[in-house]
């Protein structure tokens, strides 16, 4: 009776295991200098006040360092910048001794109303642009 009772928590242990392990992780398409259109597997934040330093898997043999960001929110109905970012490690200095690529992701576009922005006609198409600075690692 005990060996029954054993091998669903067993299984159930291993498969709670296995959700923990993937939790948090997104794959994102990058276009990158160098190395073209690549997916790169990045770990989620879910916290405000963080940005999301750790490191990018690109392969099974090459992973990235991210040690800046920079993006920007664009009406392009009216020509206008809504909202623009960047944050750099280490107040820039993170890394600095590095060589770095830059990596951008293919621009996404919405309208004001599906993202929901205060002020700006819900009709209006709105472009969301990112970009990073990457140290590439074996």
């Known amino acids: 009776m005990r060996r029954l009772f054993a ?4 299984v159930i242990v291993v498969l ?3 959700a ?3 939790a948090g ?11 073209g259109t690549v997916t790169v597997t990045v770990t989620n934040t879910t916290n405000d006040n963080s940005v999301a330093w750790g490191t990018g898997k690109i392969s099974t043999s090459l992973h990235g360092i991210p040690v800046s960001f920079s993006g920007a929110f664009t009406d ?6 809504l909202f623009s970012f960047s944050q ?3 107040q820039g200095n993170g ?3 590095q060589p770095t690529v830059p990596c951008a992701s293919p621009p996404e ?9 205060p002020g700006v006609d819900p009709n209006d198409v709105i472009e969301q642009a990112f970009t990073a600075q990457v140290v590439l690692k074996p």
């Open 7 to 10: 091998l669903p928590v067993v």
């Open 25 to 35: 992780r997104q794959q994102q398409v990058l276009d990158c200098e160098g190395l």
């Open 95 to 97: 890394m600095h001794n």
């Open 20 to 22: 923990a392990a993937n």
């Open 88 to 90: 750099a490690k280490g």
């Open 76 to 81: 392009l109905t009216t020509n206008t910048v």
């Open 16 to 18: 709670l295991a296995a």
């Open 109 to 117: 576009t919405a309208t004001g109303g599906e993202l929901g922005i």
